[in-house]
């Protein structure tokens, strides 16, 4: 953890040098992104050199203790227990802010909600987890942007991809990724057999535009006619348009608007988007490089939350607690969030706590 500490100071360090740069100072959108990721190590960049000029307080303190003049070391012996308490409290802070992902606060990400095992129904819960989603965020002000969607005769989602934009949506959605299996049963049950399906939900940090270089000659772009339901066509021009990134293999296609254009610019968001994502799991290794990772292949064992509907109760599996199922669909997703996140938090504490405990090394001066 101290590594990576360091590694974070000497970033916004580098970042601050970059803030009276005349290069970047001549590039708004350059120093726009400068300035937000310098934003988001301020806080603990300024909490860790708190840290470790607590750390060389104490260091020369002890030393002090151990001198021979009795008067300072009488003094030194009386300090000391303060500041050991203090630099205990500083580590808590910095466990707790490294705790944190960095895109947490970003107020725009992309979801992706996909149909698995289950057919028709399968394609109703996807319309389902969509309405959902759309009420919780109606509560607190976010934006609902559809930036592509394959319906279904019956008017479920194949596929549905959606750009969300508001306060810290990504720290409050980013853990809503991966399977979701829903009980109940279906509309077009004649016998009233109770029926399991499965979908998959994927939430991405939407970048900047500066933070992804994209140029055309690094995607093939197809075009080709939108269609509905049944293979109805919703127009007859080529309008739709799939970006194939030629590096990664990543595919991306935008067929709900009837202007080609807006087409291209949506899957243009979706691709930088997922190569940002692609990126972001090389550089922290810490999570798989391939996307399938993060939702899944949609088989009904693969979840990390189950809707009962005849039960009305939903249960998270990763916290063995479960929420009544209406006043969740009804736009209540706090009550889920937000014992996600405390767990998350607590979980990855504990880990780092285990992994590294702070040692009373001069480190880097303040």
């Not at 803030?19 to 603990?44: F, I, M, N, W, Y």
């Not at 607590?54 to 203790?65: F, G, P, S, W, Y």
Request: one cysteine or more.
């Amino acid at each position: 953890m101290r590594d990576e500490l360091e590694s974070r100071l000497a970033r916004f360090e580098e970042l601050e040098r970059a803030l009276v740069d005349p290069d970047v100072l001549a590039d708004p959108q350059r120093l726009s992104a400068v300035a937000r990721e310098h934003g988001t190590l301020a806080k603990l960049a300024t909490r860790y050199r708190q840290f470790v000029a607590l750390e060389r307080q104490i260091a020369d303190t002890k030393e002090m203790v151990a001198g021979d003049d009795r008067d300072l070391r009488d003094l030194a012996e009386a300090e000391l227990p303060d500041l050991e308490r203090r630099r205990e409290q500083e580590w808590d802070q910095l466990v707790d802010l490294c705790s944190t992902d960095e895109d947490a606060d970003r107020a725009r990400c992309i979801m992706e909600l996909r149909a698995g095992t289950g057919g028709d129904e399968a394609a109703l819960f996807v319309r389902d987890l969509y309405e959902m989603y759309r009420r919780y965020g109606a509560e607190i002000g976010w934006e609902f942007e559809v930036l592509d969607a394959s319906p279904t005769e019956l008017g479920g989602f194949k596929d549905l991809v959606l750009g969300v934009a508001g306060d810290a949506v990504y720290r409050r959605l980013q853990h809503e990724s991966g399977g979701h299996r829903v009980q109940r049963v279906p509309d077009t049950e004649t016998k009233g057999r109770i029926h399991t399906s499965a979908a998959t939900v994927a939430v991405l940090p939407e970048p900047e535009d500066v933070e992804v270089s994209l140029s055309p000659d690094e995607y093939r772009k197809d075009l080709f006619c939108a269609s509905g339901p049944g293979g109805q066509h919703v127009n007859k021009t080529a309008s739709a348009v799939r970006l194939t990134h030629l590096e990664t293999g990543i595919v991306v296609q935008c067929q709900d608007e009837k202007s080609q254009h807006k087409n291209l610019a949506k899957a243009l968001r979706v691709l930088k988007t997922r190569l940002y994502e692609y990126q972001r799991n090389i550089e922290h290794q810490k999570r798989s490089a391939e996307r399938k990772s993060l939702v899944g292949s949609g088989d009904r064992s693969q979840r990390i939350r189950t809707y009962n509907f005849p039960q009305n109760r939903v249960t998270d599996h990763r916290i063995n607690e479960s929420f009544t199922l209406d006043q969740v669909m009804a736009g209540r997703l706090a009550l889920v969030i937000d014992a996600i996140e405390e767990h998350a938090r607590q979980a990855r504490k504990s880990e780092m706590e285990r992994s590294a405990k702070p040692a009373v090394t001069s480190g880097r001066d303040a």
